[in-house]
């Protein structure tokens, strides 16, 4: 009988770990980029890094769902997203990839250039057209 309950104990506590590292969260690539391009109501195109060594990064916003191009109101959401962030400077908090390969983000704009800590206004969920957030004040960094 005791070996048995301390085999019931080690599983418990082995379930209980393997919990615990299922649970924890994961922590967020950040990235300073200047938006490039912007594919539709929900994705953009990002040029990261320092200059002879960019990378392109395919970003899908967090928490947006927008037409595509092809449905109604898909120009409308992409010209929203672009006129939000076409050619500024943004930061990306980039927790996780999804299945096509683009970084799932965060997106916080740079709502003033020319500045040595320019602040930031998060795209995110909100009351925007066809589905797409509004820039609200966001963080100072």
């Given at each position: 009988m005791p070996a048995a309950r301390t085999l019931r104990a080690i599983s418990a506590a082995g379930m209980f770990a393997m919990l615990a590292m299922v649970s924890t969260p994961t922590r967020a690539d950040v990235y300073e980029c200047l938006v490039v391009g912007v594919a539709d109501g929900d994705t953009l195109t990002a040029r990261c890094g320092s200059p002879g060594l960019y990378?392109?990064?395919?970003?899908?916003?967090?928490?947006?769902?927008?037409?595509?191009?092809?449905?109604?109101?898909?120009?409308?959401?992409?010209?929203?997203?672009?006129?939000?962030?076409?050619?500024?400077?943004?930061?990306?908090?980039?927790?996780?990839?999804?299945?096509y390969g683009r970084k799932v983000c965060s997106v916080w704009v740079a709502a003033s250039l020319g500045t040595d800590r320019p602040a930031y206004a998060r795209c995110g969920p909100g009351n925007g057209e066809a589905g797409h957030g509004l820039v609200v004040p966001g963080l100072r960094t």
């Open positions: 990378e392109q990064v395919r970003v899908r916003l967090s928490g947006i769902d927008a037409p595509e191009k092809g449905q109604p109101f898909g120009t409308r959401a992409r010209m929203a997203l672009g006129a939000l962030v076409f050619g500024r400077i943004a930061r990306l908090e980039c927790p996780k990839s999804d299945r």
